[in-house]
């Protein structure tokens, strides 16, 4: 519920040192404390992400959420999402759905704290027009509200994980030929170490160099001492970890955890 904020801190859309104000009741763009409120200069560049597909892995995807429904699909008699191994470029979000338990499987659901809908939300979240979204509905689209998510429903009871034991084939390969060529992950061990999934990252990179992967830093940062606190697979070579210098995510989460592998 924060891209709006987001959007404008990530584009550097505040110069001289200022920042938005805390969240509050108005709109972004109407908002009387931000007189500089609003600056997004990337995606006044024409970047909002046209024409690319972000692969992604997580808990799961709430479709029937207003920032991945396409209406005309729905319309059709095809609300989708297209489960795996099928892929469908003329939806509006969603080109491929797919769940570890293999092909045509998935729930399009996500019970476990909306994580996935949050993160890919995030990440290509946007309201179609057709829609008529109100105002403070539309703020909250994703970074690249123009592009699309080839989506791997990683979900299981409990909350963990079930990670594909070929991560280079049966999970960055099915995203590469999806036609993703950034791949996004918010999840991980609290594992320091460099392993096995760390190094098959690194290998597919190297393999593939035209394919970014990216990985959450993990949620120990805050720690005493803060070191050895980057969690694998983000401890690979090949890969971009994303961590944050100003932010507490247990105030975000239900229980004050995290998610393991």
Known sequence: V??????????GGFPDGQR?????????????????????????????????IVGCGDTGIDVDSCFFWDPALASSGRPGPPLAPKIDLAHRKLVSYRAAGGAGTGDASDDVRGHGTHVVGSIVG?????????????????????????FFDLERTGGHFDIPDDIEEDYYRWAYEAGARVHSNSWGDDSNDYTVMTADTDKFVFENPDFLVLFAAGNDGDTDP????????????????VGASQSDERDALKDGGRIQV
């Open 126 to 150: 946007s309201v179609d027009p057709s829609l008529a979204p109100a105002a403070d509905v539309a703020e909250h689209g994703g970074m690249a509200p123009a592009a699309k998510v080839a």
């Open 226 to 241: 803060p070191d050895h606190t980057v969690g694998a697979p983000a401890t690979c070579k090949n890969c971009l970890s």
């Open 2 to 11: 924060r891209n709006r904020y987001a959007a404008m801190t990530v584009q």
């Open 20 to 52: 938005p104000c805390p969240p509050c009741s108005h709109l972004v763009r109407q908002c009387p404390s931000c007189a500089l409120a609003g600056r997004t200069p990337v995606w006044d560049l024409g970047l909002r992400g046209e024409g690319e």
